[in-house]
Structure formats: structure tokens, C-alpha cells
């Protein structure tokens, strides 16, 4: 099992910078596939971002790419959600996420974080 935590959320104005991260607990991080979903108010929660077990390939959902990168580090267990160039429409609640399987699907993930609000203002 794994128990994953996210910071750096917070207010930031439209083309502004933020970088998230996410703190995995657990001996088996490097076994997963991580990914990070977000989820607006009255909207249905959506992939943003995901990376292999060994960082060799990311993917990205196309309303973020070019803007956000996703990275990670096993040895420190971490993973990280670089967002420039942030757009009022970004604003959600971001979750990471994690799976042993190489994913888009938020039901194909099996840990979940408590997620980070993020909030972009015009």
C-alpha cells in the first residue's frame, strides 16, 4: 500500500506559476505508475498528467500540455506538478494518484490523496 499527501496549492493570478507536490508513504512508491486528476466544482474529476514507473515516458491531457510538467523522484518518494501559465480554467482541486497500471482512467487508480485547491483568479 501506499499513502500519498499533496501541498503547494493556494490562490494565484491568471499566467502565474504554482508547483505541486505529492508525498508517498509506503516501501513500494517506485512499483507505481503516478498520476495527478483534478476536479472542479459540480464537474466530474479528470486526468491531467501521468508518469511511468521510471520516469522514462509522461503523458498529458491536452488542455495542460505545454503548460504543466509532471516529474518524480523514488528516491525521495515524492512527485511534483510544475503548472505555468495558469489559466482561471485550471481552478480545481488537484489529487494525485496512484496505480500499478499505465492509466488515464481515474478507476484505474488504487490510492488517492486528500487533494490541493487550487485557485487561479482573472
Known amino acids: 500500500q501506499v499513502q500519498l499527501v499533496e501541498s503547494g496549492g493556494g490562490l494565484v493570478q491568471a499566467g502565474g506559476s504554482l508547483r505541486l507536490s505529492c508525498a508517498a508513504v509506503g516501501r513500494t512508491f517506485s512499483s507505481y505508475a503516478m498520476g495527478w486528476f483534478r476536479q472542479a466544482p459540480g464537474k466530474e474529476r479528470e486526468f491531467v498528467a501521468r508518469?511511468?514507473?521510471?520516469?522514462?515516458?509522461?503523458y498529458y491531457a491536452d488542455s495542460v500540455k505545454g503548460r504543466f510538467t509532471i516529474s518524480r523522484d523514488n528516491a525521495k518518494n515524492t512527485m511534483d506538478l510544475q503548472m505555468n501559465s495558469l489559466k482561471p480554467e485550471d481552478t480545481a482541486r488537484y489529487y494525485c494518484?496512484?496505480?500499478?497500471?499505465?492509466?488515464?482512467?481515474?478507476?484505474?487508480?488504487?490510492?488517492w490523496g486528500q487533494g490541493t485547491q487550487v485557485t487561479v483568479s482573472s
Open positions: 508518469i511511468t514507473w521510471t520516469s522514462a515516458t509522461t
Open positions: 494518484a496512484a496505480t500499478r497500471y499505465l492509466a488515464t482512467e481515474a478507476r484505474r487508480y488504487d490510492y
